[in-house]
């Protein structure tokens, strides 16, 4: 009977063990699936952080200032094999914003003398904005320019280099305001010539005059194909200059007279004012003449016309006489 009791107690102990075991494991696994949904929150909340930060950085506005903006690359160097089987004519036009205009340009025909170049055409320019003085002592003032520098180079440069070329501008530039690139084909670009010419040659032209001008197109057109023709605008921005100059009109009056030589010299024009003055007086003599004969001509018709104007003065007068008697003889009637 106490075998049976012991057996019932140990079966109770187990039993309660397993049923603490199994809510333990219970709670241990809830608490896993609570964890890894934490975890999946934390990450779709990080995702949908991160979404709004780069869709915010692509609405917003950048207003950085840019100090340097260019490509990597202007040209690519890459032919084709349908460019490579024909006779091209290619032309590149390139305008940038370099610090130093004239540095730049040496710099561009140290390049084109090392591609087997020559500079068809150069033009720098130093344009003037606006002008302010100051003046400072000893008749000197002192000029502010404000300036424009610019320059325009056009160089030539074999068309198998042309590319390269253009892509050596970058180190010299940190603004590129503009590219163009055009490649047509030799027939193409020797008509669009000849239409050209045609247009600008005079009808009475000489039929051996017109021939030697298509001659001279074509050789042209020719040399295009073997040599690019690359035109560069390079611009540079405004600076001010400073520089002295003589003010004229202060010199004249720190290097003037004394009073007393003034002075003299006034009475000394003034006694020519008066005689330029006679001699002005002289010259005009056949003014007084009309003059005289005016009044000579006034003294005589003025009798005649104090004549003529008493005369019809007198004629009035009877009229009147008769006028007033015929009126005083009907009133007393």
């Not at 004229?248 to 030589?261: E, I, T, Y």
Request: proline residues 3%; glycine residues 2%.
């Amino acid at each position: 009977m106490n075998n049976k009791h012991l057996i019932l107690a140990l079966s109770l102990v187990l039993l309660s063990g397993c049923a603490k075991k199994s809510e333990q494991a219970a709670e241990t696994s809830a608490a896993a699936q609570d964890a890894q949904v934490v975890a999946q929150d934390a990450v779709q909340a990080a995702d949908a952080a991160e979404k709004s930060t780069e869709q915010a950085s692509e609405n917003s506005v950048d207003t950085t200032p840019l100090t340097e903006q260019k490509p990597e690359t202007i040209l690519s160097t890459d032919v084709s094999q349908a460019e490579k089987a024909r006779r091209m004519v290619r032309e590149a036009q390139v305008n940038f914003t370099a610090k130093d205009v004239v540095k730049t340009a040496l710099e561009i025909d140290k390049l084109t003398f090392q591609a087997g170049g020559f500079i068809e055409q150069k033009n720098i320019s130093f344009d003037v904005l606006d002008v302010k003085t100051q003046k400072i002592a000893d008749g000197k003032i002192r000029v502010f320019e404000k300036v424009d520098p610019h320059a325009e180079i056009i160089v030539r440069v074999p068309s198998d280099k042309a590319a390269i070329y253009v892509n050596q501008l970058l180190p010299l530039m940190y603004f590129l305001n503009q590219q163009q690139y055009s490649a047509k084909r030799f027939e193409l670009k020797l008509l669009e010539e000849k239409i050209g010419q045609t247009q600008s040659v005079p009808s009475d032209t000489k039929p051996s005059q017109l021939n030697e001008i298509s001659r001279l197109t074509q050789l042209e057109v020719q040399d295009r194909v073997r040599f690019s023709t690359i035109s560069i605008a390079i611009k540079q921005p405004a600076m001010v200059r400073e520089s002295l100059d003589v003010d004229v009109a202060a010199v004249a009056r720190l290097n003037g007279d004394s009073f007393w030589k003034r002075a003299w010299e006034g009475v000394q024009y003034g006694w020519q004012f008066i005689l330029d003055l006679l001699v002005i007086l002289v010259t005009i003599w056949p003014l007084y003449l009309l003059v005289f004969i005016g009044l000579i001509i006034y003294r005589v018709i003025k009798p005649v016309m104090n004549k003529l104007f008493n005369d019809s003065s007198s004629t009035k007068a009877p009229k009147d006489v008769t006028k007033d008697q015929m009126n005083s003889t009907d009133e007393n009637e």
